[in-house]
């Protein structure tokens, strides 16, 4: 079973409007992160934000911010006022413990378009 | 500035030849990692090491092996290559305590 699932393949969103990028994850831990990294056409990839399970707050970061609901057991991403150098592939992650240490899973991507 | 360095950008390769993917990080990182990314699978983890000479396997480590006889290096061995391994090889690096990736600019493999 998936432990990180992105439903949507791709999203399309014109400049300055608001964007949701949905993630949902599976985990029996009661301890937990999850992250969000963004990869442009040039393949790099570039961290954007991270939240504890254990995180009061919902994390923000400039014009990211992620909507967490633990219940709900989804970490979505929400980017204002997007930019068309928003355009560019979102995974989302979360830790995951091995046998001798943990390392991020990551769910399938959602490509976003962002138009003038 | 926090640096992983990946060797090749881009190899082709012969089915059933020895492919070595170097990976190097100048941040001091306990942790380091080998993704392959494919299209519509997202990243997939292959193996990871957490200290010198130790190693675990992640998701789907046939057909790889890894090494890491230094903490700023992780080398990714394809054996014998085959077609079904040309992928997009990411690496990355980690504190212990963090998760916070640093990944390097990737290596492009086609196998023939």
């Known amino acids: 079973a998936q432990k990180i699932t992105q439903t949507q393949p791709g999203m399309f969103v014109q400049e300055k409007e608001a964007v949701t990028l949905d993630c949902t994850y599976d985990?029996?831990?009661?301890?937990?992160?999850l992250f969000w990294y963004k990869q442009p056409s040039s393949g790099e990839m570039i961290f954007l934000i991270y939240?504890?399970?254990?995180?009061?707050q919902n994390a923000t970061e400039g014009r990211y911010s992620l909507n967490f609901q633990k219940a709900r057991k989804s970490a979505n991403l929400v980017i204002s006022a997007s930019q068309l150098g928003d355009s560019a592939m979102y995974f989302c992650?979360?830790?995951?413990?091995?046998?001798?240490?943990?390392?991020?899973?990551f769910g399938k991507g959602t490509t976003l378009s962002v138009s003038s | 500035d926090v640096k992983v360095t990946q060797s090749s950008r881009y190899l082709v390769k012969r089915t059933g030849e020895k492919v070595f993917l170097e990976c190097v990080q100048d941040?001091?990182?306990?942790?380091m990692f080998w993704y392959r990314q494919d299209p519509g699978l997202g990243l997939r983890l292959i193996y990871f090491?957490?200290?010198?000479?130790?190693?675990e396997k992640g998701d789907i480590p046939e057909g790889y092996s890894v090494s890491r006889e230094k903490k700023e290096r992780f080398s990714l061995i394809l054996e014998s290559a085959s077609t079904n391994q040309t992928s997009m090889y990411l690496c990355?690096?980690?504190?212990?305590?963090?998760?916070?990736?640093?990944f390097g600019e990737g290596s492009r493999l086609t196998v023939l």
């Open positions: 990355a690096s980690s504190l212990v305590n963090t998760g916070e990736l640093f």
């Open positions: 985990t029996s831990d009661p301890s937990y992160g």
């Open positions: 939240q504890g399970s254990y995180d009061q």
């Open positions: 992650a979360m830790r995951e413990v091995y046998q001798a240490g943990t390392a991020l899973i």
């Open positions: 941040m001091d990182h306990e942790n």
């Open positions: 090491s957490y200290d010198v000479k130790m190693k």
